[in-house]
């Protein structure tokens, strides 16, 4: 990893002490921020082929490395626009069903202008997959299946979060999210 690399690590990872642990966005970070089994990879590429064989990659990584829970794929260099970025999702989502993944990882996307269908750029209900840069999540589906049969109402925590955001507020929401930023 190269110091460049470091500085967009360093944003995720405030980003998810921030916003994803500090107002329990996702209930599950915490531990495996704590645990060290969250990987990070920078991607400089931008061909999508390569990005796609680059998840390829990652999903190899977990297979291999148990210790490793899930895995942060950081487009530095790609994906800047939203739409570009929604379409190259539906493209990973299909290689992993293709690589015979699906069932066993999963995708969680997250964008800096990441918005919901059918709503408006500025609902704060956006900043619950906002991020510093665009990026994939790639989870365990033995993971996800444990902790959600050990955490109580997990299917409320989406309306939680749209709630809370709401509640913060979109000024507190960008400002949560402007912070995350290392100064240069």
Not at 35 to 58: A, D, M, N, P, W
Not at 67 to 90: K, N, P, Q, R, V
């Amino acid at each position: 990893m190269n110091h460049q690399d470091q500085h967009w690590i360093d944003a995720t990872q405030a980003w998810l002490k921030t916003i994803v642990i500090e107002y329990s966005i996702c209930p599950f970070a915490k531990r495996e921020m704590e645990r060290g089994s969250i990987f990070y990879l920078v991607s400089h590429e931008r061909k999508i082929k390569t990005c796609l064989q680059q998840l390829l990659q990652e999903c190899e990584r977990l297979k291999m490395d148990l210790s490793i829970e899930t895995s942060l794929l950081i487009f530095a260099g790609a994906f800047h626009l939203f739409d570009d970025y929604l379409d190259f999702l539906t493209m990973a989502e299909d290689v992993l069903i293709d690589a015979g993944y699906e069932g066993i990882y999963q995708l969680a996307s997250f964008h800096p202008d990441y918005y919901f269908q059918d709503s408006d750029a500025d609902e704060p209900a956006n900043y619950t997959n906002r991020s510093p840069y665009p990026m994939l999540h790639l989870l365990r589906e033995t993971s996800i299946d444990r902790a959600v049969s050990s955490y109580p109402n997990t299917d409320k925590i989406p309306e939680r979060n749209i709630n809370l955001t709401r509640q913060l507020g979109l000024a507190k929401m960008q400002t949560l999210l402007a912070s995350c930023y290392p100064s240069h």
